[in-house]
């Protein structure tokens, strides 16, 4: 299996700018989290998914930011406008739910800077 | 509240050197616990996992952890470290209720290994 694919990789963008971030879940998991990982707050869970539908969205910072999953193969995680202080690197990973306890696999992460 | 508290925030040992990162973890169901490892610029990856019987688990790379209820502890430990262990490590709870899949992170232990 190829894992979890994020693309892009990295992403330098100027502020104001919209930024689409996404995702390729690995085949058959039936969860999607989107994390954002920075020095000075750590893993932060922005928004997971359960068979294309957002359970918990109470991570999401702000009206700027907004996550779709519109099948079970791809999502994205969009910001608009960007503002600096999104810079960090946001990772997306998935897991299969009804193996008792999922280990959540992780893709390699988008860096975003937003001058 | 739920939380998980790694107290070192960086660690530095020899080559060769046998290791203990601590984990501490405030949590209202039984949890499930993981250790996982970040190498730079990488995604993270799951060490191991425990939810239930044997409280010593065994994972990848000569890793192993221990659950102490009693101490709300789950330490991760290897008997000798290799150049090739400096990474972030991650400790993190959660627990399966429903479609519920969040789990609580705390903030990485960095791990800085002398030749």
């Known amino acids: 299996d190829a894992g979890v694919i994020q693309s892009p990789r990295h992403e330098v963008t100027e502020m104001g700018q919209e930024v689409t971030l996404r995702c390729k879940p690995i085949s058959g998991h039936d969860y999607l989290f989107w994390y954002r990982q920075t020095m000075m707050r750590g893993l932060e869970l922005l928004i997971y998914f359960n068979n294309n539908v957002p359970i918990d969205d109470s991570g999401m910072p702000e009206d700027r930011f907004s996550a779709k999953m519109p099948n079970a193969s791809f999502s994205t995680l969009k910001i608009q406008p960007s503002e600096p202080r999104d810079s960090a690197v946001y990772f997306c990973?998935?897991?299969?739910?009804?193996?008792?306890?999922?280990?959540?696999?992780f893709g390699p992460g988008t860096r975003l800077l937003v001058l | 509240a739920q939380s998980v508290t790694q107290p070192d925030i960086h660690i530095t040992v020899s080559e060769g050197a046998s290791l203990e990162l601590r984990c501490n973890y405030s949590?209202?169901?039984?949890?499930?616990l993981f250790w996982y490892v970040q190498s730079p610029g990488q995604g993270l990856q799951l060490l191991l996992k425990?939810?239930?019987?044997d409280t010593l688990v065994q994972g990848i790379k000569g890793f192993e952890a221990e659950f102490k209820r009693s101490q709300s502890s789950f330490n991760l430990r290897k008997p000798s470290v290799h150049w090739s262990d400096a990474a972030e490590y991650f400790c993190a709870v959660g627990a399966r209720s429903g479609n519920n899949r969040k789990l609580i992170w705390g903030l990485g232990t960095s791990l800085a290994v002398n030749p």
């Open positions: 949590y209202g169901a039984t949890p499930y």
């Open positions: 990973a998935s897991s299969f739910g009804m193996a008792g306890v999922e280990t959540q696999y």
């Open positions: 425990y939810f239930s019987g």
